[in-house]
């Protein structure tokens, strides 16, 4: 339940952010997000700066501009694709390091299978798929690849959530310029500062709260496979919040790559990644 319900309030807040694009842009939804969660994180653990070695330091800034790349590549994706499509092409990301650290050949298959949703979901020569929004969730996806192996690094050379509290403050300078130009003075609006707020509890601070203390409870592969289903979660999240049907061809692609995270999962017990976008 504590991973499910994580899982539901990471795509439910995407889709939140997505109804302040027409009034803040991309950047601008990106922008306070993570300083609303940077706020919230560094009130929680309040992490000791002038005690940080130099390889923590170094991590941080990283583990920081690997996460507000992520998080802006996503939403700019997120402007010019539906959510559903969106975290599925992105979860080729968390699937490639699923693969990569695993030994067993049969992921090879599984793979293979979450290729073909991910091709069947760019539609190459359909034309129905934005291109730059393509580029663009491949980037996130990347990122979150990127993210996986820091916060792993982060867990253990920092106590707590210390890594990723102060990670949090440097990614928000990644969409501090993108954000002030597409957003201008809206983003002093009351209204839209609630919307921000709201974002950052749901995306950030309030899944990775529960999804800590799912992994004191259930295994890391079982958590896994529960992470899997956030592609389906996107999609419905997508429907009720922003209205975005998909067809079948959305839909089994989109089957496609969850079948493949599960059998991925399943067979190579990695650590899965905390979802951040």
Request: aromatic content about 6%.
């Amino acid at each position: 339940m504590l991973v499910v319900a994580g899982g539901t309030s990471v795509q439910f807040g995407a889709a939140l952010a997505a109804t302040i694009f027409d009034e803040l842009g991309p950047g601008g939804a990106s922008l306070l997000r993570l300083g609303f969660a940077a706020v919230v994180l560094m009130a929680l653990w309040r992490p000791r700066v002038r005690a940080l070695s130099r390889e923590q330091v170094r991590l941080a800034l990283a583990f920081g501009l690997t996460l507000g790349a992520m998080n802006l590549s996503f939403y700019e994706a997120l402007d010019r694709l539906p959510l559903g499509v969106a975290v599925t092409i992105e979860f080729a990301g968390p699937l490639a390091v699923a693969v990569f650290g695993s030994r067993h050949r049969g992921d090879l298959a599984w793979a293979a299978l979450a290729a073909v949703g991910i091709v069947l979901l760019a539609d190459p020569g359909g034309g129905t798929v934005d291109a730059l929004g393509l580029v663009l969730i491949l980037v996130a996806g990347a990122c979150w690849a990127g993210y996986i192996l820091l916060a792993q690094r982060a867990g253990e050379r920092f106590s707590g959530g210390n890594g990723l509290a102060l990670a949090a403050v440097v990614a928000t300078l990644v969409p501090l310029g993108p954000g002030v130009a597409q957003a201008g003075g809206a983003l002093l609006h009351g209204g839209v500062l609630l919307t921000g707020l709201a974002v950052a509890m749901l995306s950030s601070v309030i899944p990775y709260s529960l999804e800590l203390e799912a992994l004191r409870r259930i295994p890391v592969n079982v958590f896994g496979v529960l992470m899997s289903l956030e592609p389906a979660i996107a999609a419905l999240a997508g429907f009720v919040v922003l209205g975005q049907a998909l067809g079948a061809r959305e839909l089994t692609a989109m089957a496609c790559v969850v079948v493949a995270s599960i059998g991925i999962t399943r067979q190579a017990g990695a650590r899965p990644p905390v979802d951040p976008a």
